[in-house]
């Protein structure tokens, strides 16, 4: 039995048990003793405790079936209000760009631009393109699904060779030109 179903029980109890006590011990102040004289109540202060017994359990049915209802409300809803709450958003990002005050206000922050890719990335990226094409072939879009499988590339870099130095340029020596100028040294 369930812990629900146990608790419904009880309550069901405690009725049956209010309904007996009012007609049974008619004398509502007639005390009564519990539990080997341990408790004394009267009828009408132990018809109370049963009965809030009662209505805490009638209290929990009626919030539960109010709760159930507002979750079958919010289910219902909600993927629409999360979608017009996106595009609600989107139309803020794109009336103020990167605007951080703005976006603030909302609650916003800008978006980060994405990192540039390094060359090394890139070269990785296309000759993984490459060998993904090589091993699958030209094919058509069926024929593409029945391929399965992470294709593997790698890419070998050789650094280029340092440039040989130029030969070295013996230095001409100029006679001073006429008024006191030296001459350029002609470049080879």
């Not at 760009?97 to 631009?113: M, V, Y």
């Not at 094919?139 to 030969?167: D, E, F, H, I, Q």
Request: aromatic share 4%.
């Amino acid at each position: 039995m369930g812990k629900n179903n146990a608790k419904n029980d009880r309550a069901a109890r405690a009725g049956k048990l209010i309904a007996g006590a009012r007609l049974r011990f008619p004398n509502a102040s007639q005390v009564l003793t519990f539990g080997g004289g341990a408790t004394s109540l009267t009828v009408d202060a132990a018809i109370k405790e049963l009965q809030e017994l009662l209505d805490l359990r009638a209290a929990v049915v009626a919030a539960r079936a109010a709760a159930s209802g507002k979750v079958q409300a919010e289910r219902a809803r909600f993927p629409t209000l999360v979608a017009f709450m996106n595009a609600f958003e989107e139309l803020v990002r794109f009336t103020f760009g990167a605007d951080a005050a703005a976006l603030a206000d909302f609650g916003l922050t800008p978006r980060k631009a994405p990192a540039p890719k390094s060359a090394v990335t890139l070269a990785v990226a296309a000759a993984k393109a490459r060998a993904t094409r090589e091993a699958r072939g030209t094919k058509g879009s069926k024929a593409r699904k029945a391929v399965r499988g992470n294709v593997t590339a790698t890419l070998v870099v050789t650094p280029a060779a340092a440039p040989a130095p130029a030969p070295a340029v013996p230095a001409v020596a100029t006679a001073p030109a006429p008024g006191g100028a030296a001459e350029p040294t002609p470049k080879a």
